[in-house]
Every structure is written in structure tokens, then in C-alpha cells.
């Protein structure tokens, strides 16, 4: 098994950023990911069996990607939702190591999966305009010191050559963790929970990223905010989904 301390000794340079473990022979210094034999097999992008618009994920992961009933039903506040994978494995290991020990290069990582999940799902959308992650609640930021969906929102938009809208969503008001309530709790826990700043956003296409979807309602919220503030189009990024759409 992957441990924190593993994720600890994740390095830049010729070691593995998942596990650390030295590198043989010459690196793609161009590549954003660099990974050993070991890791690269157990951080595949999901390549399909899942759903374009919610991410929700079926057995077979080489089915194609079909919007699912529930989408179909009550579609999201958003046009497509790209996500490297399954919030499981390595991939869990690395999220949750990361959130505890932000250091050194696992954000790198993180993000150039973020980048490497763009690449895969959002290369048929239409090109953003603008970047905006979502806002980290401020006792957490003042814990973390950072916020990690900002750092993948630069790595994002400096991809795309687009500028990131750090402070353009932001959170008005408190809410409680959303995996602690009730489903029908959730959507009344978030609801008017942020504001956005309408000048930015008026007419124009936002990706919004967050580094993990759990049960997807603090990212609807965001979304129907920046629509409500006047978006023309609202996609959607996250590093990791989790299996079950709690
Ligand atoms: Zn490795
Ligand atoms: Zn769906």
C-alpha cells in the first residue's frame, strides 16, 4: 500500500512524483508528468464508461461515454465535466497525502493530471475564456495556506493562454462540509453560498475547477452562480470523481 510518507519523499527531477523511486535512463523534459514503471500503470487517465455531463462511472471503462438518465432527466449547470479518474488507488492516495503534506512536487503532479484531463475530455469544447477555481472556505484556506484547485487553475489557464479569475467567485456566507449531510440537505447547505463578480464574468466561456467531486454540489452551486452572473458557458474540471454520486 501507498503511504504519506511515500508521498513525502516525491520529488521533482529524475525521481517518480508519485512515489519518489529514481528514474533510469533519459526524461521527456517536456512531459508535466513523470512517473516510474511501477506508478505510470496505476495513474491512467479514464479514458470511458462514464457519463460527459456528471461523470458518473460504469464497470466497463472502455464503453463509450453516454450522458446518463439522471443527466438526461435534471442535466447539470454546466456543458461537459472533465476529470483524470476515479477518486481510488494511487490516485486517492496521492489527493489525500497531498492534503495533509502540500508540499513539494504532488501538486505538480496534481496538476498535470488536471492538465492531462483537459487534454482528454476538453479538447472538444470550446476554448474558455477564463479560469476560476472554487473558493477554498476561508478557515480552510487559513489552515492550508493555499488552495490547490487556484494552483491547478494557473497551470490550466496558462495552458490554455487564458487569464485565471482568482478572486471572481468567492465564498458570502459559511456552509458545513457537504459529505456530513443528508442528500437533501446539500443543495439548501450551498445554495447562495457565493457570489460572483459580474463584470468578469458577463458573455463570457469559464472553466471551473476543483480538485475533487464528491457529491457535486458545491461545484452545481458555483456553476449556477457564475450562469446566473451572466456566463455564456459554464465547463467543468476536477482531478477526481468519486465512484458513487452520493
Ligand atoms: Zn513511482
Ligand atoms: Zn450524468
Request: positive net charge.
Amino acid at each position: 500500500m501507498f503511504g504519506v510518507r511515500d508521498v513525502l519523499f516525491a520529488l521533482l527531477g529524475g525521481r517518480c512524483q508519485a512515489c519518489g523511486a529514481s528514474m533510469a535512463g533519459t526524461l521527456d523534459a517536456e512531459s508535466l508528468v513523470r512517473l516510474c514503471a511501477h506508478c505510470q500503470p496505476l495513474l491512467m487517465p479514464r479514458r470511458g464508461g462514464y457519463c460527459p455531463l456528471c461523470g458518473e462511472m460504469v464497470a466497463d471503462q472502455g464503453a463509450v461515454p453516454l450522458v446518463c438518465g439522471r443527466c438526461r432527466r435534471d442535466p447539470p449547470p454546466w456543458s461537459g465535466l472533465a476529470f483524470f479518474g476515479s477518486y481510488a488507488g494511487l490516485l486517492r492516495d496521492l489527493l489525500t497525502g497531498f492534503k495533509f503534506n502540500s508540499r513539494l512536487g504532488l501538486g505538480r503532479l496534481l496538476q498535470a493530471l488536471a492538465v492531462e484531463a483537459y487534454a482528454l475530455h476538453g479538447a472538444c469544447w470550446e476554448r474558455p475564456e477564463l479560469v476560476i477555481p472554487v473558493p477554498l472556505h476561508p478557515r480552510r484556506l487559513r489552515a492550508r495556506g493555499f488552495n490547490q484547485s487556484l494552483e491547478t487553475s494557473r497551470l490550466l489557464a496558462r495552458e490554455l493562454g487564458v487569464p485565471v479569475g482568482a478572486e471572481v467567485l468567492r465564498r458570502c456566507r459559511h456552509t458545513r462540509p457537504q459529505v456530513s449531510l443528508p442528500a437533501r440537505e446539500r443543495r439548501e447547505n450551498v445554495q447562495g453560498a457565493f457570489v460572483a463578480d459580474e463584470a468578469a464574468v458577463l458573455g463570457r466561456r469559464i472553466l471551473l475547477v476543483d480538485d475533487i467531486m464528491t457529491t457535486g454540489g458545491t461545484l452545481r452551486e458555483c456553476a449556477r452562480t457564475l450562469r446566473r452572473a451572466g456566463a455564456s458557458n459554464v465547463s467543468a474540471l476536477v482531478i477526481a470523481r468519486t465512484a458513487a454520486d452520493g
